[in-house]
């Protein structure tokens, strides 16, 4: 099984572990008021996207998201557990982000569900957490995954690489890159259990849309949110070639790239 979107179980086995950093990117509200993970740390969604700061897209910046982890008691070598009560949508944000700057890929973990589905049968709690803060180095990756809008472009004639939008379909139809395959991040989700559909069916939605482990994909959204999710799931499901726009459609349609209905 992968480490990378791992159950319930496999995280309440490492709630005590000293090199397990367990993050909740909920707003401080719920995280406060409602309940959290035993010893989860609060990293509000907002405080890693800020637009303009960094080096693409609505990235923080390393020096920002440095800072921000190692207040939080983060440390750069940690493996990184992130949640949300979002089906982990928000959570998979902040594991791209920390991938971006450096963190190290096999300790990046997304919580299979999200807050809600835990809440059904393992302890919550709002007792506040407390961190001593620790020296967290972050990086731009020049060698990860993120693309621009240059080779966005050159794709567009790559029989190689398969586009692919994760918005919703009335999204889709009003505009899209041209040759790209639709695939709403929430076809992937289990409404009920609030995880993952079984890896089995992914995987045959995904083979039925042309989106192979053989070849390279490229995801794209409007703002790259949701896109984060599909992407920690394609490496979960074991896809290597994976480019990420974090300009998404914001930059293309600025960048006066051509849209198709």
Aim: proline residues 5%; charged residues 30%; negative net charge.
């Amino acid at each position: 099984m992968s480490d990378i979107v791992v159950p319930a179980d496999w995280v309440a086995a490492r709630l005590e572990s000293p090199d397990v950093s367990v993050v909740d990117v909920r707003e401080a509200w719920e995280y406060d008021g409602i309940g959290h993970l035993p010893g989860a740390v609060n990293v509000p969604f907002d405080a890693f996207r800020s637009e303009g700061d960094g080096e693409a897209g609505m990235l923080p910046g390393a020096e920002a998201f440095a800072t921000l982890m190692g207040e939080a008691g983060v440390g750069d070598g940690d493996h990184l557990l992130a949640y949300d009560d979002t089906h982990g949508v928000f959570a998979a944000r902040l594991l791209v982000t920390a991938e971006l700057y450096g963190h190290p890929r096999d300790r990046l973990h997304l919580l299979d569900g999200d807050f809600s589905s835990w809440q059904r049968e393992h302890p919550t709690t709002t007792d506040p957490v407390e961190r001593d803060p620790i020296d967290y180095r972050a990086a731009f990756d020049e060698d990860g995954p993120l693309v621009t809008i240059e080779t966005v472009r050159e794709a567009l004639s790559d029989p190689d690489t398969v586009i692919v939008d994760t918005r919703e379909e009335w999204e889709f139809e009003e505009g899209h890159i041209p040759g790209a395959v639709r695939l709403d991040w929430l076809e992937l989700v289990d409404r009920e259990s609030r995880g993952l559909r079984p890896d089995a069916e992914n995987r045959e939605t995904l083979d039925a849309r042309g989106i192979t482990p053989d070849g390279r994909v490229l995801l794209y959204c409007n703002t790259a949110r949701r896109i984060s999710h599909t992407y920690v799931v394609l490496r979960h499901l074991g896809y290597e070639d994976l480019a990420f726009y974090e300009g998404s459609l914001t930059e293309w349609e600025r960048e006066g790239g051509e849209l198709v209905t």
